[in-house]
Nanobody, 117 residues
Framework: VQLQASGGGLVQAGGSLRLSCAAS????????MGWYRQAPGKQRDLVAL???????NYADSVKGRFTISRDNAKNTVYLQMTSLKPDDTAVYYC????????????WGQGTQVTVSS
């Protein structure tokens, strides 16, 4: 399984960006896709998750500003980010977690999001 993320960039505070992550390969149908982020000198933190059944979960810091969605037919997850703040600056990583008898965890290469004040 490979994950290809895209959509990062530089944006002013208050602006918007949309991240995409496409998964390819043999993917177990019961899975969870999501986004994490890591700012310089900090640990990698959860941003948002979307299960294959439609459930979603968000970090408190992005609730009301970010929206995660997925297209199961395309094995693609999206992160619509609005009202961006300088604190959102980080490398954003796409993640795919497969449930089942042999759980597996996959990561994309990361995409930089920089929010200027």
């Amino acid at each position: 399984v490979q994950l290809q993320a895209s959509g990062g960039g530089l944006v002013q505070a208050g602006g918007s960006l949309r991240l995409s992550c496409a998964a390819s390969g043999s993917i177990f149908s019961i899975n969870r896709m999501g986004w994490y982020r890591q700012a310089p000198g900090k640990q990698r933190d959860l941003v948002a998750l979307a299960g294959s059944g439609g459930n979603t979960n968000y970090a408190d810091s992005v609730k009301g500003r970010f929206t995660i969605s997925r297209d199961n037919a395309k094995n693609t997850v999206y992160l619509q980010m609005t009202s961006l703040k300088p604190d959102d600056t980080a490398v954003y990583y796409c993640n795919l977690y497969e449930f089942g008898l042999r759980p597996r965890d996959y990561w994309g290469q990361g995409t930089q999001v920089t929010v200027s004040s």
